[in-house]
């Protein structure tokens, strides 16, 4: 078993390795013995946190599989005490970004039926019996999750979702400005519920958020100078077709300078080092500078 930053690997399916992070334990203790008394035995709670795990570990798996249906890159998901990370790098285009992130909510939507007829077969076991009451609530926290993960509040999945159906209308960089400032504002309701119901969880949840949305936001800012800088027509991203911006952005890893890695031909001029790749700012992708000649043609929309 591998650890990667205070996480164990814990399988490898279809190209995607999937971590638990060591804090999950913790709350697993926590949670199953606070519902203890549900159950005849213990063992039913271990199965209903075990459910717990399963349903976000399917959601984010929708994200994955998603993302790389619509051609990006996603290979790792990390399970800890908030749920799941399913780290995805969908093409930088509004209907790649929604589809991979609507694809986590719509696992939770899919279990709504299939629950529901598990909870109506159990029934006949009696409304107390230890069974009927696991589905019944496997149901609700599989309900719950998806209530909480279709907020528009960012980074949450309706949050992105909200951003992925600007950036059809506002650009790229409006479009994640206003889902960030929609994003303060829930994490506002969150501070002032969690202060109403002086619940700790809640305002970890609210400090999460509130660290996303500052992200989120200079990553806006950033986006924003970067769209205002000229471009070189005459060059062009083999991923997404973008031409490359004017401008000593690119770091040389080496000796630390910035450059313009096109007006040098992947080489630095500071220290001689030469680059194999050439990474472009819009999409993240890596291609021999090459590849960048002759590929202007129209992007993509999807």
């Given amino acids: 078993m591998r650890t990667q930053q205070g996480s164990i690997h814990l399988f490898r399916f279809a190209g995607i390795d999937v971590y638990l992070h060591w804090w999950w334990f913790f709350l697993a203790i926590y949670e199953i013995n606070s519902r203890k008394g549900s ?61 991979s992130i609507a694809a986590g909510p719509l696992v939770n939507v899919a279990l709504l039926p299939a629950l529901w007829v598990l909870e109506i077969q159990t029934r006949s076991l ?14 609700w926290i599989n309900e719950g999750l998806l209530l909480f993960n279709i907020l528009p509040v960012y980074p949450l999945d309706g949050g992105q979702i909200v951003r992925s159906l600007l950036w059809f209308v506002l650009g790229r960089a409006r479009s994640l400005m206003v889902a960030t400032v929609l994003g303060f504002l829930g994490v506002a309701a969150f ?18 958020l509130l660290m996303n949305c500052w992200g989120g936001l200079r990553h806006a ?36 300078q910035g450059f313009d890695t096109f007006a040098s031909q992947a080489t630095c001029p500071f220290c001689g080092t030469r680059f ?23 992007p993509s929309r999807f």
């Fill in 39 to 99: 159950y005849s035995s213990i063992t039913w709670n271990v199965l209903e946190y075990l459910s717990l795990f399963v349903i976000v570990l399917l959601h984010e798996f929708g994200h994955a599989l998603a993302c790389r249906q619509v051609g990006g890159t996603a290979n790792r998901i990390l399970l800890w005490p908030l749920g799941g990370v399913a780290y995805v790098d969908p093409p930088q285009r509004p209907g790649a970004t929604l589809w």
């Fill in 126 to 139: 009696g409304a107390g019996s230890d069974l009927h009451t696991l589905i019944a609530t496997v149901g």
């Fill in 191 to 208: 501070i002032l519920l969690a202060l109403i119901k002086r619940d700790y969880w809640l305002g970890f949840i609210a400090f999460y």
């Fill in 221 to 256: 800012q950033a986006l924003s100078r970067m769209a205002k800088l000229p471009r070189r027509n005459d060059f062009a991203c083999p991923e997404c077709k973008e031409a490359p911006p004017v401008g000593d952005i690119w770091k040389c890893s080496r000796c630390g």
């Fill in 276 to 298: 194999d790749g050439t990474k472009c700012l819009d999409c993240g992708a890596v291609h021999p500078m090459s590849e960048w000649a002759g590929s202007l043609v129209t």
